[in-house]
C-alpha cells in the first residue's frame, strides 16, 4: 500500500525555522520526482518546491533563498528545509510523487501519490 506521511509541521514565530519530513512507504523514491505544495487559509494550493531524479531542484519564487528540499532515497524520505520563515508562509504542506511531473511549472499527473498534509504557523 503506498503511502506518504508529512512531519515536523507547527507553530513558530516569524524569522524561525522548521523541517518538514515526508516518508514513504510502498513504492521508492529514486524513480519518481518529488516535491512539496501548501495550502494557506482562503487561498489556492500553491507548488512550494520539486526534486527531480537526479536531484535537481526547483522553487517557486516566493521560497528562493529560505527554503531548501532535498531527498534521502536510501531511506525513502523528502525534507523541506525552511528558514527565514513568513507569515505568509502558514499553510497545511504536502508532499507529493509522481513519475509523470516532469516541471515545477506544470500541475502533478493525476496519478500523483499525495500525503494527508502538515500544519505550518508563522506568528509575527
Known amino acids: 500500500q503506498v503511502q506518504l506521511m508529512e512531519s515536523g509541521g507547527g507553530s513558530v514565530q516569524a524569522g524561525g525555522s522548521l523541517r518538514l519530513s515526508c516518508a514513504a512507504s510502498?513504492?521508492?523514491?529514486?524513480?519518481?520526482?518529488m516535491g512539496w505544495f501548501r495550502q494557506g487559509p482562503g487561498k489556492e494550493r500553491e507548488k512550494v518546491a520539486r526534486?527531480?531524479?537526479?536531484?535537481?531542484?526547483a522553487y517557486v519564487d516566493s521560497v528562493k533563498g529560505r527554503f531548501t528540499i532535498s531527498k534521502d532515497n536510501a531511506k525513502n524520505i523528502l525534507y523541506l528545509e525552511m528558514n527565514s520563515l513568513k507569515p505568509e508562509d502558514t499553510a497545511m504542506y504536502y508532499c507529493?510523487?509522481?513519475?509523470?511531473?516532469?516541471?515545477?511549472?506544470?500541475?502533478?499527473?493525476?496519478?500523483?501519490?499525495w500525503g494527508q498534509g502538515t500544519q505550518v504557523t508563522v506568528s509575527s
Open positions: 510502498g513504492f521508492s523514491y529514486s524513480n519518481y520526482s
Open positions: 507529493l510523487a509522481d513519475k509523470g511531473w516532469w516541471l515545477l511549472s506544470l500541475d502533478p499527473t493525476a496519478s500523483a501519490y
Open positions: 526534486i527531480d531524479r537526479n536531484g535537481r531542484t
